[in-house]
């Protein structure tokens, strides 16, 4: 299956903590990605695991990766109204082109 | 920054009609592809177009879509007979080859189709 799930809506108070969910169900990927799509923008790379790594961090971001359960997670630390964006997570083979992409989890900031 | 562009934002066609969507890579990049996201729903890969040929399709890119990279700028899809389900924004993204094991892909604003 090519299947990549992630909720929809996520409402979180500024400065707080985000945790964005996903779980796939090909454990033969390589490389998972973590897009970010402002309104009227393109789908811009975020950040990126590969499978072999559990954990990324940069800056404020923070990539988790459960292999047995294949999950992925997305902390945003310190969360800014900038911030406010559809967040999708991907997967992708190592040898093949395409991207696979979850539906998109939509974060909204309150003050 | 380079950026991938794509024209236009919104089309709008009557459903029969055909339909361009045009875009323009980055310009030292050779992987192109097309995406679409139908409203609610998943981003889709459609195809993706390396060396003047189609390297990879969906089962979604029948014989009513193509490709083509007419000139040295352009990438564009094509939508011969539209139907009311190929409303969507179609996305356009293109890549650098390169060693090593990341090979992003880099997309453009999409172009709303809406097909009446």
């Known amino acids: 299956g090519e299947d990549v799930e992630q909720s929809l809506f996520l409402s979180v108070r500024e400065g707080d903590s985000s945790v964005i969910n996903c779980t796939y169900t090909?454990?033969?990927?390589?490389?998972l990605y973590w897009y970010k799509q402002e309104p009227g923008a393109g789908l811009q790379l975020l950040t990126y695991?590969?499978?072999?790594?559990d954990m990324k961090q940069d800056q404020r971001l923070t990539v988790l990766l459960n292999k047995k359960d294949k999950h992925l997670s997305l902390r945003i630390a310190d969360t800014q109204t900038g911030d406010s964006a559809i967040y999708f997570c991907a997967r992708r083979y190592s040898s093949a082109s395409k991207i696979i992409f979850g539906s998109g989890t939509r974060l909204s900031i309150r003050p | 920054e380079p950026e991938v562009t794509q024209t236009p934002s919104h089309q709008v066609t009557q459903m029969g009609q055909e339909v361009i969507l045009r875009c323009v890579p980055i310009?030292?990049?050779?992987?192109f592809y097309w995406y679409r996201q139908i409203l609610g729903q998943k981003v889709e890969f459609l195809v993706s177009?390396?060396?003047?040929?189609?390297?990879?399709k969906s089962e979604i890119f029948d014989d009513q879509f193509s490709v083509e990279r007419p000139d040295g700028s352009n990438f564009t899809l094509k939508i011969r007979s539209t139907k009311l389900e190929d409303s969507a924004m179609y996305f356009c993204?293109?890549?650098?080859?390169?060693?090593?094991?990341?090979?992003?892909?880099?997309f453009g604003p999409g172009t709303r189709l809406t097909v009446l």
């Open positions: 090909d454990s033969s990927s390589t490389y």
């Open positions: 993204a293109s890549s650098s080859p390169r060693r090593g094991l990341l090979d992003e892909q880099f």
């Open positions: 177009f390396y060396n003047n040929e189609i390297s990879e």
């Open positions: 310009s030292n990049h050779l992987y």
């Open positions: 695991i590969f499978s072999n790594m």
